[in-house]
């Protein structure tokens, strides 16, 4: 009952900032969030004291080292926290944007505007520099924000939170515009239950955690980040262009949603490109798990896969391989195993790559470009609250937009029906 | 088991009928429009004869006359279900739209596409042409249907949707484009937990049914229609527009989501307004159910309003009524009981206007117009699959690009991070 009434109550109290949140000023919001980088940067000490005692604790319960690396704070990701409040700072206000506007034979003049959602509750894991970038950008887009961290992160979370409400109230903004929920594991039951307080929920965080979500929410959900992406290589595909975004979208960064799990490669470009690709791939130390025909070109080193391959995220440095028939048979690979995320074509003919984009049924379609491009920073968003996998309401890399509803704004003078 | 097999497989069938129908042209998909109207009015004789089985077996069932009155169709209602389905025709295609488009820094052409969201479910009660309409628009904007009608209108259903289902395959539609799903209260639980295969479900209703679809859904839902709609004179309010407004807005057509359901009044214009707006709402045969206030102009007339009457959607010749002290009272009156569906403020003072429209989360807001406006053809939507009051995905009046989701497609010459 405690933990429900207070999730209920900050809730409710999100709502009652949501209402002052919402009608702000940019000059308003802008202003708060740079008091807010200021006062992280003063209380840099604190937050690293909370921080040190969430590591030492994360490492008496045995967690795994690179958990403590991403839990761990320093100075410099302090100070890049800071940076990110400001750098959100400079951006465009979404609310108040007039998405369409034109007027009726009858006069009445019809405007869309971009407003804030209201309440946004966020469910992530680990990393405590989270914490301020999703206050940053629900504040930014006149939201309030419920954030439900982790429990080995809850210190760090606690001192940043404290940080920021502080300030942010100072510069302000309404009281309760940013809260910490507790992180016990019922406070997420309470939270994706609390419909007609909470607007949206957005997990952030591993397939389990978000199938949770999804299955027990009330509440609106976004879900964000499975990615098994794929790299398609065309018949025609230049070979040296297929080799290094073959590499690029596998090896750059294999831990994050964006990189490559499988390849595709046309029956007819193989005799060339296997015997290119699979060298490369291992001497960048990737495990390759290959159908009969890639495992003809790949020998002993490529391991056998099976329909778990084809369906895995492996979020590290393996990938599997198909050889495939036709663009068609590639469609189809992807139609039945993709997370629909991000696939990229690698092709010289146009109408290869305008038959895999029309066909493709995913949130981004890359053509000769690497899968790492789906991303709030790379195409330029400014700011990224995660990338949406879902079809309703946002799909892709979610900036300061897609933190907002619409409002119609019809103004008359009189008329009547 | 068996109607969870039916559901299922129709959801397959649909997910395979999607895919062939998310590429097709505007010219295939409008070509099958006309094809489907012009069976429709060849088809006239076996459709009315299946719709006066089921008024028939209404009338045995003790169905209330306005009931009876919704389920029955007429040459004329079968000619206007055809005539809506050219006018769909005849709308811009929303599928491959551009919505944001840019070139970056590094050369790679992003453009954010929009395209059809699937595979959608509308779970609707007893009116035959909502099967029409709701089909029409889903195919318009590439989606493949299925639709969840009442009981009550079973065999009518069936007849449309079979007339629908071969002349659209007939004229190039993939099969099972649209397909119907059984009456049973059960399929509708089948059918909300068809996660994966379904991608959206939209419920069109009372607010019973409604609520079960988004208490047990565990596919996105789009809510739509509960109107709890006000209509707030200002201190600055013209009298005459403030009369005909309220007017229009009550009586005009009391049944629908649009139509008002409180008045508030300000203090200061009372005196004035009151003693002439309620004989005229007496004389439209408006019941006013009013504050301490609203009786002392409006005396015997006048029932006494409780907390019922402010969160009533009347749907019939009642008005809850109440004075209020300020903008701000009249707003925190609305946050308080609206639905979030419709509010207008009749208003002379530029400044109160923009109080009321900033601060009035709705999903529409009129100044100095009807209430009766927030509607897809008054907008000049020329289609409308009903009205949202959830802030995700879509709000307000919901047309064909409500019904499309969005792909992002970058294109480059091998760019890589």
């Known amino acids: 009952m405690s933990i429900e009434n207070d999730v209920l109550g900050a809730a409710r109290r999100a709502r009652e900032a949501a209402a002052v949140l919402a009608p702000m000023?940019?000059?308003?919001?802008?202003?708060?969030?740079?008091?807010?980088?200021?006062?992280?940067?003063?209380?840099?000490a604190p937050v690293l004291a909370a921080n040190a005692a969430d590591v030492a604790a994360g490492r008496a319960d045995g967690l795994a080292e690179a958990m403590l690396d991403r839990l761990a704070l320093?100075?410099?990701?302090?100070?890049?926290?800071?940076?990110g409040l400001r750098d959100?700072?400079?951006?465009?206000?979404?609310?108040?944007?007039?998405?369409?506007?034109?007027?009726?034979?009858?006069g009445l003049e019809v405007r869309q505007l971009r407003v804030p959602l209201g309440v946004v509750g966020i469910v992530y894991e680990a990393r405590p520099n989270v914490t301020v970038d999703a206050a940053?950008?629900?504040?930014?887009?006149?939201?309030?924000?419920?954030?439900?961290?982790?429990?080995?992160a809850y210190r760090s979370n606690a001192a940043l939170v404290e940080v920021l409400a502080e300030a942010g109230t100072k510069a302000g903004l309404p009281e309760h515009a940013v809260q910490l929920l507790p992180a016990d594991r019922e406070s997420?039951?309470?939270?994706?239950?609390?419909?007609?307080?909470v607007d949206v929920i957005i997990p952030r965080g591993g397939a389990g955690l978000i199938e949770h979500v999804v299955r027990g929410s009330t509440v609106p959900v976004i879900e964000t980040g499975v990615g098994n992406c794929h790299v398609y290589v065309d018949a025609a595909a230049d070979l040296d262009m297929a080799v290094a975004i073959t590499i690029n979208a596998k090896v750059s960064r294999p831990s994050v949603c964006n990189a490559a799990e499988t390849l595709l490669v046309h029956r007819d470009i193989a005799p060339a490109f296997l015997p290119v690709v699979l060298p490369a791939l291992a001497e960048a130390g990737v495990t390759v798990h290959g159908d009969p025909t890639v495992r003809q070109y790949g020998g002993e080193r490529v391991l056998a896969a099976t329909d778990e391959d084809w369906a895995a995220e492996y979020l590290s440095l393996d990938l599997a391989a198909r050889v495939v028939d036709s663009v068609d048979d590639a469609v189809a690979h992807i139609r039945r195993w993709s997370s629909g995320h991000t696939?990229?074509?690698?092709?010289?003919?146009?109408?290869?790559?305008?038959?895999?984009?029309?066909?493709?049924?995913?949130?981004?379609?890359?053509?000769?470009a690497s899968t790492r491009f789906t991303d709030g920073g790379e195409l330029g968003f400014g700011a990224e609250i995660?990338?949406?996998?879902?079809?309703?309401?946002?799909?892709?890399?979610?900036?300061?937009?897609?933190?907002?509803?619409?409002?119609?704004v019809v103004t008359g003078e009189g008329q009547v029906r």
């Not at 997420?188 to 307080?197: E, K, M, N, P």
């Not at 995660?386 to 119609?408: D, F, V």
Request: glycine share 10%; proline share 5%; aromatic share 2%.
């Open 88 to 106: 959100l700072a400079g951006l465009p206000d979404p609310v108040g944007e007039v998405v369409r506007g034109y007027t009726l034979p009858n």
């Open 188 to 197: 997420v039951t309470h939270l994706i239950r609390a419909r007609g307080l």
């Open 343 to 368: 696939e990229a074509i690698v092709t010289g003919s146009q109408p290869a790559a305008r038959h895999f984009v029309s066909h493709v049924d995913s949130a981004a379609v890359m053509v000769n």
């Open 386 to 408: 995660g990338i949406s996998t879902q079809k309703l309401h946002a799909r892709g890399p979610m900036g300061l937009p897609e933190l907002t509803s619409t409002k119609y």
């Open 74 to 83: 320093s100075g410099q990701r302090v100070a890049a926290m800071a940076a």
């Open 136 to 152: 940053g950008i629900a504040l930014k887009s006149g939201n309030a924000v419920l954030l439900r961290g982790s429990a080995s």
């Open 25 to 44: 000023s940019r000059l308003g919001k802008d202003t708060a969030l740079h008091a807010m980088a200021d006062a992280l940067e003063a209380a840099a």
